[in-house]
């Protein structure tokens, strides 16, 4: 349940099972899950995993889009941390990937219209970076951005 609250989730392959039981116990999933599950996965879905409250392979939850990535048990953290930095410089521009992040979550709590409007705002401060420019300029000089998260 606490996995949801995450904007990424990394699962290590064939370490368990994943799920909402909690109606396995007579309660349902009250620190969040019920209203992360169907925003993740959709109001049909979501109730239906919950009411059966089985736990099903993070194969499974990558297939549902609960987990983005399921990485190898065999240096798992070494996967892990190659996962991360594909998002940091020099590959990717950090203030892009943090406002993107700040972009959907934001977006997502209010109306449509709003949301866009947050993306413009957010896209107007990034025109004004350093990597805004590099990329730019990459890619009209048909080359490689080097980002440096400025």
């Not at 909402?20 to 925003?39: F, M």
């Not at 798992?76 to 972009?103: N, T």
């Not at 409007?117 to 300029?137: N, P």
Request: hydrophobic share 40%; aromatic share 6%; with cysteine.
């Amino acid at each position: 349940e606490i996995a949801m609250a995450c904007d990424l989730r990394l699962a290590k392959e064939n370490a368990g099972k994943i799920g909402l039981p909690e109606v396995n116990l007579g309660v349902l999933p009250g620190t969040g899950g019920t209203q992360r599950l169907a925003r993740i996965v959709g109001k049909p879905l979501a109730i239906e995993l919950m009411v059966k409250g089985e736990l099903f392979s993070f194969d499974r939850a990558k297939e549902l889009g609960l987990v983005n990535e399921v990485l190898p048990a065999k240096d798992y953290w070494e996967q892990v941390l190659l996962y991360a930095k594909q998002f940091c410089p020099p590959h990717k521009a950090s203030k892009a990937v943090g406002l993107i992040k700040r972009a959907v979550q934001s977006g997502s709590e209010v109306p449509f219209e709003s949301g866009l409007a947050i993306e413009r705002e957010l896209q107007q401060q990034l025109f004004q970076s350093e990597d805004a420019k590099e990329g730019i300029a990459a890619n009209q000089e048909k080359r490689v951005a080097e980002f440096r998260g400025k």
